[in-house]
């Protein structure tokens, strides 16, 4: 039985799916923790009404980014997590940190990274003009939502969208895809080969939503 911790900044809908989708196809895994940089996220009362333990590290406690770090993988290693999952955690990571559990910290962004890494990815995608966009579940590496890419989602960006209508639009994807490649690191079906990550099976990592909001197309 393999162990999950999910890092939270907020509402934690990403983490709701993946908790869900896990009890109902009874995965060979646990999430032990949901663990949230901020006291008032709403995603923790979701997680303590669900049996979950719950636990918060907040930054604003701590002098230095290094110090927070630290504070944050000690909280973090006393659940001993097999993944550590960053589902809307909004805070920058160190190098450090993030040596420490690589090839074991998966991360979605909204967007079909490398494009429009950080913040406010919606409204870029908007102003350039873009035809697609989607999201990104990927190996977290130092650098700033980067790294070997295990699921993306494709829909339309279409021309009347504002960055609302489509945060949603892709939000409706990242619960379909962010459990699918927790299930699969858990399971143990994916490999990291030259910076690219393979399913071992040879299933689809692209889900392509490109005719209506919940297609397959
Ligand atoms: C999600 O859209 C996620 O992709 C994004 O924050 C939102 C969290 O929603 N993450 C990032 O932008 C990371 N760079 P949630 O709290 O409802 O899961």
């Given at each position: ?59 604003k ?89 295990v699921?993306?989602?494709v829909?339309?960006?279409l ?28 399971e143990?079906l ?28």
């Open positions: 039985m393999k162990s999950i911790v999910i890092l939270i900044s907020g509402r934690g809908s990403n983490m709701e799916a993946i908790v869900q989708r896990c009890a109902a196809e009874a995965w060979p895994a646990r999430v032990a923790a949901v663990i949230s940089n901020r006291a008032d996220a709403a995603g923790l009362q979701f997680a303590q009404s669900h049996g979950i333990e719950t636990a918060v590290a907040a930054h406690a701590y002098a230095s980014r290094e110090d927070f770090d630290a504070a944050l993988a000690e909280v973090i290693d006393a659940f001993a997590p097999d993944l550590v999952v960053l589902a809307g955690f909004m805070r920058i990571l160190g190098p450090a940190f993030v040596r420490r559990f690589e090839g074991r910290m998966l991360n979605i962004h909204p967007s079909l990274l490398p494009a429009f890494p950080g913040l406010h990815t919606h409204q870029r995608a908007i102003e350039a003009g873009c035809k697609l966009a989607g999201a990104t579940v990927h190996f977290v590496t130092p650098e700033l939502d980067h790294g070997p890419i699921l993306q989602s829909v339309p960006l021309a009347d969208d504002d960055a609302a209508a489509l945060a949603a639009r892709v939000l409706a994807t990242e619960h379909r895809i962010y459990p699918q490649a927790v299930r699969w690191f858990v143990g994916l490999r990291i080969e030259r910076g690219v990550v393979r399913h071992v099976g040879g299933e689809s990592q692209l889900l392509a939503c490109l005719h209506g909001e919940g297609g397959t197309g």
